[in-house]
């Protein structure tokens, strides 16, 4: 209990003798002395303590905790100063209980809340969610610890990666009918020329009759880079602007194995455009969407992306420029977070050589830098 003659000196001798990490528990203003309330001195009285926690020493964890938001000072100050300690107390209390929350949610956060193994600490540096990379080690990090084992534990840790790159498949053409593949995704992410990497595969290498379908009509130069592959590849494209008209052009396409459908790159902050790809895409039930990302995307932008590209139903995820790419976490996140399945993996620029159909066994290779 700490007592003096105003509010601010209760305060410092707190500090002084318990610390900063001392929580204010109580204040109260009374008076003292006088004959019958008269000539009676007013005093102020604070009641605080020191959590055990903050007594001991600090923990290398703890020593890296953000430090907690203050009162702003001026606050404070005008606080004092209008003799408004019942305030100044609910704000410190509040600052308390903010603190004391803080630290829970480090504790249980998953990677800071230990001291992180060589395995915990790779999957970090190659951008995989703390939490995916938490849930991938459950009892595997103990292990890793003990030097011999080192070799098996990345054996079954690839194997645990490898199962997290589940639901893969490519284009499926049907023995029978027609496939139609059209492909979405933010602007610039490489949906056109991933269009011309699949059509020569499935034209040249697989025999497949193959027709191209641009809704594109954004930029002329945008139909002309389809169209010169098309020409260059001897397949046929038809451009469209309505929904109606895409309608028309799968029907005449009906003889086709496989037709793939370009469309413009679309702002994810653009609710209208979105809007108009979802009506333009469900013209045909049969349509199989892929949404198109780069690798190098952030992960926050990513999940903003796929977020927002939901309302057009995506299958498939179909992730380009992995040769850019400083590390692939970012499949293993969208993934996990989504239930949609992965294509394709695009690994340069070169039409039609740089695509392949995503590799479990590639991509837990690539995680783990073998
Ligand atoms: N390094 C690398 N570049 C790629 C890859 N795929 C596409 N690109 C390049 O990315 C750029 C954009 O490709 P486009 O195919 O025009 O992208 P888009 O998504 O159709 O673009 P918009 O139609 O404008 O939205 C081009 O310079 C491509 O050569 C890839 O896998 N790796
Ligand atoms: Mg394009």
Redesign the pocket.
Known sequence: MFTAMTMQEAMAQVKSQLGRDAVILHTRRFRKGGVLGFFSQEMFEVMAAVEPAAVKQPSVVEKRRPEVAQPSPTLVKQLLESGDEPRLTALQLEMANMKKLLEQVVQKMPTMGKKKSPLLELLLANDVDPLIADNILQGLAEEATAEKDQQLVRQLLKERIKNHFHRIEGIMVPKDGVKVAA?I?????????????LAASFAVKEGCKVALITA?T??IS?VE?LKTYADIMGVPIDIVYTAEELKSALYRHRDKDLVLI?????SPKNQYQLSELQALLQCDARIETHL?L?STTKYKDALDVVDRFSICSPQKFLF?????ASNIGLILNLLYHFPVGLSY?????NVPD??ELANPAKLANLILRD
Do not use: H
């Open positions: 492909f995704g933010p602007t610039g992410v490489g949906k056109t020329t991933t269009i011309a990497k594109d954004y930029r945008a880079q370009d469309t413009a790159g679309r198109v780069s380009t420029k992995i040769d850019e993996i695009t690994t340069g620029q740089d695509i």
